[in-house]
T-cell receptor, first 118, second 121 residues
Framework: AQTVTQSQPEMSVQEAETVTLSCTYDTSESDYYLFWYKQPPSRQMILVIRQEAYKQQNATENRFSVNFQKAAKSFSLKISDSQLGDAAMYFC???????????????FGTGTRLTIIP | NAGVTQTPKFRVLKTGQSMTLLCAQDMNHEYMYWYRQDPGMGLRLIHY???????AKGEVPDGYNVSRLKKQNFLLGLESAAPSQTSVYFC????????????????????FGPGTRLTVL
């Protein structure tokens, strides 16, 4: 079974600065997908960014980018120019290749609470 | 387009009582999921469904039952609630795997509902 580890329960960053959230995972599969979800105080889970394991290029979405190191099984999230609205719990998630039935589920890490300091 | 909705938003039960949580989606998604979120444990999958009339067990299925009689609805039932089931429950839905970029892509982004906070006394 796959596992996802987020070793930083809490992080804080000054507004407008850059912060990196860590995520590592354990899998024996070669094809899979990785995600970062944001959960603000409203509790709504929002997809921030995704990465396909077969793509070497790191995904980016505006101020959000990832550092995907497949050999090291590491998938960190970098938030540039942090804004007050970025304050939330961030979850890293893994899912297997979609080619086999039963692989549809996401496996989540325990989350990192990000605080933005004005 | 309401996305994924959950009913109720909050509920308090006594041990042994039963209840049903309703999840509805209006995106014509094939797949639907029920997760629970507990402090320090992230989200864990309870049950999921890959189509109308089908269900499958997830990581923590004990004490729960589900039904998917209609494509747009996914019900989560607690037959005899226990304090260990105190949690926040999230429903999610997604397109089926193998789709095109306009129908969710080969991977399935899961869209989440706002959650139901359940307390069992």
């Amino acid at each position: 079974a796959q596992t996802v580890t987020q070793s930083q329960p809490e992080m804080s960053v000054q507004e407008a600065e850059t912060v990196t959230l860590s995520c590592t995972y354990d899998t024996s599969e070669s094809d899979y997908y990785l995600f970062w979800y944001k959960q603000p105080p409203s509790r709504q889970m929002i997809l921030v960014i995704r990465q396909e394991a077969y793509k070497q290029q790191n995904a980016t979405e505006n101020r959000f980018s990832v550092n995907f190191q497949k050999a090291a099984k590491s998938f960190s999230l970098k938030i540039s120019d942090s804004q007050l609205g970025d304050a939330a719990m961030y979850f890293c998630a893994y899912r297997s290749t979609p080619h086999n039935f039963g692989n549809e589920k996401l496996t989540f890490g325990t989350g990192t609470r990000l605080t933005i300091i004005p | 387009n309401a996305g994924v909705t959950q009913t109720p938003k909050f509920r308090v039960l006594k041990t042994g009582q039963s209840m049903t949580l309703l999840c509805a989606q209006d995106m014509n998604h094939e797949y639907m999921y029920w997760y629970r979120q507990d402090p320090g444990m992230g989200l864990r999958l309870i049950h999921y469904s890959v189509g109308e009339g089908t269900t499958a067990k997830g990581e923590v299925p004990d004490g729960y039952n589900v039904s998917r009689l209609k494509k747009q609805n996914f019900l989560l039932g607690l037959e005899s609630a226990a304090p260990s089931q105190t949690s926040v429950y999230f429903c999610a839905s997604s397109y089926a795997d193998g789709g095109t970029e306009t129908s969710g892509g080969p991977y399935n982004e899961q869209f989440f509902g706002p959650g139901t906070r359940l307390t069992v006394l």
